[in-house]
């Protein structure tokens, strides 16, 4: 299956998909020494998520992400908002947002051209 | 450097998907490919998205910025590395700070410890590189940034920014840290939202079936920020302190960006078009909030006083002195604490502390007192959660607190 959606920041990538039904609070519900999201490892993963909410100094939680090197290979959303865009520019993580992430499943297998999308 | 922003509109294309392509200048876009450097391209690049993703026709000029993601205790070694690959740019427009973690006179007061001082000296240090004014307050408007009507701005700190929009009439979105940080070097921001005259209309009329008085103003903040998720418009008077510490609390209860008040807000007459969803506080739901707490500290400029505000405390307590047991702290601008010295002078000599560059909810004051008194709505709202210190907190007129820390 190929989901085609907007590019917030470019790349070629693939991995495992870990996925949230639920939008994230970036600030409290990522631990970017641990590389986990509410628990569950994200280092070298795609994460899937609606969207990003809270305190917008969220985004230096993303880009800790990447200075503490527990950086996800992605991100995918429904929608991108200024907390996870901002982060995800300055960290450099590939990010696709507009994918009806109901269509992806975690654990699915995906790889990531710029704005497409190929889940297997 | 990897080709983030390339062949953008190609991409679009084949997507099928419809976006709103930003218009760029030839400067613009030059900046974008990197002709003055990876930073400069970073920053514009964050503005391009930002406004693609909410819908902006182009990038306006700026006149002035605030920069949130200054306390060491919130941004952490992460932010600060960030701001330190920043050291090949410098800020276009005039930019100053938020509040940090403590004031240099007050360290063993505050509890700060040799790694908070020395990383918070240092995160201080790379907004100095970059151009930026390094004094650190939540009320730049009282002296060292202060917009004019009509000006568009971008701010991140959401008591200033329900502030310009409301009392100046000045325009800016409710910026996140690092869109603030990038419009600050670019000298633009991307025109959406509070930036656009049809945007800053109102959408919910607030009627009391009561005239406030001291603490019901920040109370009304903290209920209306839950109820509206909008533009209220409200028909009470009060002064402009009265107004900053409502607009407070409402931008911490919820994510109010602007309000008016009929006869204050410049743009209140031409506020209400058409129908409005109309939500009634009575008095009774504002006294509920009300409560007693016997107080360790009572923490006065949650915004930053302004000099009115001074005034009236240290007229209040010139020549008295102050209760055993209760701690009594100020916070300001160190532009209004360099500008009123007198009045500073008479709150010491009274034994409360003024300090400036820090405020009661970014330094640890949260974590060493338990029970707190305060005008401010927005300094409840945060003190009492558990990532704060979790104390019971409460909010009441400036003169009572006042009586209450007197001998």
């Known amino acids: 299956m190929i989901l085609k959606g907007r590019s917030i920041v470019e790349g070629y990538t693939e991995g495992e998909v870990v996925k949230f039904d639920k939008p994230l609070v970036i600030l409290s519900d990522i631990d970017e020494k641990k590389g986990e999201i509410l628990g569950r490892k994200v280092k070298g993963k795609i994460v899937v998520f609606p969207w990003g909410a809270g305190s917008t100094v969220g985004s230096y939680t993303i880009y800790g992400l990447k200075y503490y090197g527990n950086s996800p290979k992605a991100f995918i959303l429904n929608r991108a908002e200024t907390i996870v865009a901002a982060g995800a520019i300055i960290a450099n993580i590939p990010t696709v947002d507009k994918i009806d992430i109901s269509k992806i499943k975690d654990g699915d297998y995906a790889i990531i051209r710029n704005n497409e999308i190929e889940i297997r | 450097m990897s080709t983030i922003w390339q062949c953008y509109s190609q991409d679009l294309e084949y997507s099928g998907i419809e976006v709103t392509n930003m218009y760029l200048t030839k400067e613009e876009e030059r900046i974008l490919d990197g002709e003055y450097g990876e930073n400069y391209a970073k920053m514009m690049n964050i503005l391009v998205k930002i406004g693609e993703i909410y819908g902006a026709d182009k990038l306006i000029p700026i006149t002035s910025a605030q920069l949130s993601g200054v306390s060491y205790n919130t941004i952490g070694d992460a932010g600060l590395h960030f701001l330190n690959s920043l050291k090949d740019v410098k800020v ?28 918070q000296m240092e995160i201080i240090k790379a907004y100095k590189n ?3 004014k390094t004094t650190a307050t939540c009320t730049p408007y009282y002296y060292d940034n202060i917009p004019k009507f009509g000006e568009h701005i971008a701010w991140a700190e959401s008591s200033a920014v329900i502030y310009a929009n409301s009392i100046i009439g000045a325009r800016t979105n409710r910026e996140g840290a690092v869109t603030a940080l990038a419009s600050a070097i670019i000298g633009e921001t991307p025109n959406y ?8 209309k109102a959408t919910h009329i607030v009627e009391l079936d009561f005239q406030p008085r001291g603490e019901d103003f920040p109370l009304i903040g903290l209920l209306v920020g839950k109820e509206v ?12 302190d009265d107004f900053k510490l ?18 204050l807000t410049p743009e209140y007459k031409n506020a209400i078009q058409g129908n409005l969803e109309r939500i009634e506080i009575e008095k009774n739901e504002i006294d509920k909030m009300k409560k007693r707490v016997d107080v360790e500290l009572v923490a006065i400029g949650c915004p930053h006083v302004s000099p009115a505000e001074l005034r009236k405390i240290a007229k209040f307590v010139k020549g008295k002195k102050k209760k055993r047991g209760v701690e009594f702290w100020v916070f300001a601008a160190r532009s209004v604490w360099e500008n009123h010295k007198d009045l500073i002078k008479i709150i010491e000599n009274f034994g409360g502390k003024v300090m400036v560059d820090t405020c009661v909810v970014v330094s640890n004051a949260g974590k060493i007192f338990h029970k707190i008194g305060t005008t401010s709505g927005k300094a409840a709202f945060y003190l009492s959660k558990d990532k704060f210190g979790g104390a019971e907190v409460v909010v009441e007129d400036l003169y009572t607190l006042l009586r209450s820390v007197i001998e």
């Open chain 2, 193 to 200: 939202g509070l930036h656009l005259d049809e945007e800053r």
């Open chain 2, 229 to 240: 998720q909008g533009i209220p418009y409200l028909k009470i008077k009060g002064d402009n």
């Open chain 2, 130 to 132: 970059m151009g930026v």
């Open chain 2, 92 to 119: 276009a427009v005039k930019t100053t700070l938020n509040p940090l973690a403590f004031d240099e006179r007050y360290l063993d007061a505050l509890q700060v410890d040799a790694t908070l001082f020395k990383k």
């Open chain 2, 246 to 263: 409502m607009g407070a609390a409402m931008a911490a209860s919820g994510s109010i960006a602007m309000y008016h008040v009929e006869n």
